[in-house]
């Protein structure tokens, strides 16, 4: 069996789960369920990322412990997939044993490699706690970290360091050659220009903090939240025989971590790199952006309650081509579900379906194969390439020719044999859109399928407009 490893980020424990982390993750459940009807071995990993300075404070302004905080965090993670129907075949945690014990192990062979200097080099810099980094002048804006809009603090530390620059030409050699393959196109363009810039070696450690991973070679240290994070897809694969990765899902602001520091990691202690790294875009919420403050943060369940498991899943891809930048409204969202669900596919399927009641088959209507189809065939070139909203209009298209041979034929007015020979030619075609759209709507081609084999006997609407 062919295998298929896709993999999310692993949420930080700092929030509770939003409309980003469900667009990720419900992408990265698409592709997976895609490989797993062409009856791979796919698997989807996800899971949450719960060390560092930022969860010990938090968890200390809710006096809580910072296990007991992470615990409930990442709960919310774990019901907010399932509410998605999210089918991934572990959620990790950075607090599992097996992490903890593999990425020491992974640590310390960049250590006995040389990848990580052998004694800790001083430090001191503005840092800002809520990046948990240490933040170059170029990036502050006005003397404030640009992201967080607070002022970094004076800050010396020794840290040990990652040994970036000497995998600097070995790394671009991987990239540009697409053994590790970066899109969409113009993010591979742009980690290579910042690669030819030069890069500077990074910290990887940090003292006397006590809410992380030790490194094993020196005790008082931690590891970097983020370094010990990315060892999460490895603790995985590696124990289940799926290393490396097919693909790392990443929103654009963390690709450098995944494909640089990564990628170093990896090549350092002679693993292999994993085959795609894909970055989507950011977006906005009716043009701004979503925040706390604004109170225009849209979270899974409100997703789900307005448009079902399916509808959810199924808008949000279709919003605006993946790998860009856009914008979610829910005006934009709804019209979406109404267009393509309530009166695209839910309404096609009702009116077939109401004909279909009328008669009974000798054999079971199939599935159109779909071979040789031009159509099928670039709708699943696209899903390959995450190319989501426009193999998505070809489904449009497909419904909206079906519509209108129905128009034209008007089976209703045919005699008993007529009608039968229609939806004969008909249902096929409809069930294949049902198979084509199983990735995204899971539970709405199931009941399709239940319903033309006549395992259900009425049907309310799949998609109630709204
Ligand atoms: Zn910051």
Not at 3 to 27: E, L, M, Q, R, S
Not at 173 to 193: A, F, H, Q, Y
Not at 207 to 212: F, Q
Not at 240 to 251: C, F, R, T
């Amino acid at each position: 069996m062919k295998k298929y490893f896709a993999t999310t980020p692993i949420y930080y424990v700092n929030d509770v789960p939003h409309i980003g982390h469900t667009y990720t993750t419900v992408a990265a459940d698409v592709i997976t369920r895609y490989w797993k009807q062409k009856t791979y071995d796919a698997r989807l990993l996800t899971g949450t990322d719960e060390h560092g300075a930022k969860i010990a404070e938090a968890a200390k302004k809710h006096s809580k412990k910072p296990k007991q905080y992470a615990d409930e965090i990442s709960d919310k993670f774990k019901e907010a997939w399932k509410s998605l129907n999210i089918d991934y075949v572990r959620f990790i945690r950075t607090t599992d044993e097996d992490h903890i014990r593999i990425a020491q192990d992974f640590l310390q062979k960049l250590y006995d490699r040389g990848a990580i200097d052998p004694k800790p080099r001083l430090y001191k810099g503005l840092y800002c706690v809520g990046h948990e980094k240490f933040m170059s002048k170029e990036e502050l804006v006005n003397g404030l970290c640009p992201d967080h809009q607070t002022k970094p603090i004076e800050h010396s530390e020794e840290n040990y360091y990652l040994k970036l620059s000497n995998y600097t030409q070995q790394l671009e050699e991987v990239i540009s050659t697409d053994k590790l393959k970066i899109r969409p196109i113009s993010r591979k363009n742009e980690i290579l220009g910042k690669l030819k810039q030069g890069v500077e070696d990074i910290s990887i450690s940090r003292a006397n903090l006590e809410w992380g991973i030790q490194l094993p070679f020196d005790k008082s240290h931690t590891s970097y939240v983020w370094i010990e994070a990315l060892i999460n897809y490895y603790t995985y694969g590696s124990q289940n025989g799926v290393w490396p990765a097919d693909l790392h899902l990443v929103g654009k602001d963390i690709l450098w971590f995944h494909t640089i520091i990564w990628g170093t990691m990896l090549l350092a202690i002679g693993e292999g790199l994993p085959k795609e790294v894909f970055a989507h875009g950011f977006f906005t919420i009716n043009g701004q952006k979503m925040s706390k403050t604004i109170g225009n943060v849209i979270s899974p369940q409100d997703l789900v309650a307005k448009y079902g498991v399916d509808g959810a899943r199924y808008v949000l891809l279709a919003a605006f081509p993946f790998g860009e930048d856009g914008d979610f409204s829910w005006d934009a969202l709804n019209r979406i579900y109404n267009a393509d669900l309530a009166n695209g596919l839910g309404n096609l399927v009702a009116r077939i379906y109401r004909l279909f009641t009328n008669h009974t088959f000798n054999h079971k209507l199939k599935s159109a194969t779909g071979e040789n189809n031009i159509r099928v065939e670039s709708y699943k070139s696209l899903i390959e390439d995450l190319q989501f909203s426009v193999a998505l209009k070809i489904i449009r298209k497909e419904i909206k020719d079906l519509d209108i041979e129905i128009n034209n034929a008007k089976p209703w007015e045919l005699g008993t044999n007529e009608q039968k020979a229609f939806l004969q030619r008909i249902v096929p075609r409809i069930l294949l859109i049902a198979d084509l759209l199983q990735p995204f709507l899971p539970q709405t081609a199931e009941k399709i399928l239940k319903q033309f084999s006549g395992q259900v006997k009425s049907s309310a609407p799949l998609f109630p407009r709204i």
